[in-house]
Nanobody, 126 residues
């Protein structure tokens, strides 16, 4: 069993920055991913990270303004978003995999994580 709680969302102006947090509790984790979904659009994989090694993978359209990281001591995975754009508006959720090092690109593409948080809303105004 894994519990995930996201925070850090809010309303910001275009060009600003946000750091989203995902605090995990319960079973030890292999990887964590961040996803987002805007109204009327399908869910997109943003970034994923292996907890032990810190190795990362980003969605095809996400590299550049997004940075995923983890703080093992705080059991927290972060998503830093810089130079926010109105198109970044959406619900951001984290997901966790307690299994053994499944490929991050496939996890992001198909969203095949067994545990999900409730999400935190990001709203960007221009």
């Amino acid at each position: 069993q894994v519990d995930l709680v996201e925070s850090g969302g809010g309303s910001v102006q275009a060009g600003g920055s946000l750091r989203l947090s995902c605090v995990a509790s319960g079973e030890n984790l292999s990887s964590v991913g961040w996803f987002r979904q805007a109204p009327g659009k399908e869910r997109e994989g943003v970034a994923a990270i292996y907890i032990d090694s810190g190795s990362t993978y980003y969605g095809a359209t996400m590299k550049g303004r997004f940075t995923i990281s983890r703080d093992i001591a705080k059991s927290t995975v972060y998503l830093q978003i810089d130079n926010l754009e109105s198109e970044d508006t959406g619900m951001y959720s984290c997901a966790a995999d307690p299994g053994g090092d499944r490929a991050l690109p496939l996890l992001l593409l198909f969203g095949d994580f067994p545990y999900w948080g409730q999400g935190t809303q990001v709203t960007v105004s221009s």
